[in-house]
């Protein structure tokens, strides 16, 4: 009976263990792959979390098959279209875009601070904007049931502007629906 306890209590020993040494690995991995993210990567997805944290909204998570669609796009735009706006139509994913002239670059933190600058003119009682103004990139920012975010940037220097464009996954600004 000893000997059943004693190996009992091992394969239990065994088992904390085990389970000590994977909880290490995974959280060694997340903070990893956390790390490895590019720093408009990460200036993105700070600036987008900030604003959500603000209105008790979970954070976003970098998704680089987001950040791919959106890079085609901005490339695309860039080489036909010298960075004007993308007709983004209404689909798979929600989205965002900034168009920015001048010789000044804009930071990823810069164009997702200006989206939320929206925020002064967003009503959440009644979920409505102000007459006149427009929400829909802040409530996008802040939309609750949004998971996943991917963003990308590109510079037309003959035409001195850039265009930034993030997608959202899953899609917000759903009618009727609060942001959050």
């Known amino acids: 009976m000893k000997t059943k306890m004693a190996h009992l209590r091992l394969r239990h020993l065994f088992a904390v263990a085990f389970l000590a040494i994977l909880q290490v690995?995974?959280?060694?991995?997340?903070?990893?792959?956390?790390?490895?993210?590019?720093?408009?990567?990460r200036q993105f997805l700070d600036a987008h979390n900030e604003a959500r944290a603000a209105v008790?909204?979970?954070?976003?998570?970098?998704?680089q098959k987001l950040a791919n669609a959106t890079s085609l796009l901005v490339r695309s735009q860039r080489n036909r279209m010298g960075c004007q706006f993308a007709n983004i139509k209404p689909g798979t994913y929600g989205a965002n875009q900034l168009w920015s002239?001048?010789?000044?670059t804009?930071?990823?933190?810069?164009?997702?601070?200006?989206?939320?600058?929206?925020?002064?003119?967003?009503?959440?009682?009644?979920?409505?904007?102000?007459?006149?103004?427009?929400?829909?990139?802040?409530?996008?920012?802040?939309w609750k049931k949004s998971l996943e975010l991917g963003c990308a940037q590109a510079s037309c220097v003959k035409e001195k502007a850039s265009l930034t464009v993030c997608f959202y996954n899953p899609p917000g600004n759903v009618v009727g629906e609060s942001p959050y």
Do not use: F, I, M
């Open 101 to 104: 002239g001048g010789d000044q």
């Open 25 to 41: 690995s995974l959280t060694a991995t997340t903070a990893a792959a956390e790390v490895a993210l590019p720093d408009a990567a």
């Open 56 to 63: 008790g909204v979970p954070p976003l998570q970098w998704s």
């Open 106 to 142: 804009v930071t990823p933190r810069e164009v997702v601070e200006d989206w939320v600058k929206e925020k002064d003119y967003y009503n959440h009682s009644n979920n409505s904007c102000v007459p006149n103004h427009q929400c829909g990139v802040y409530t996008q920012v802040v």
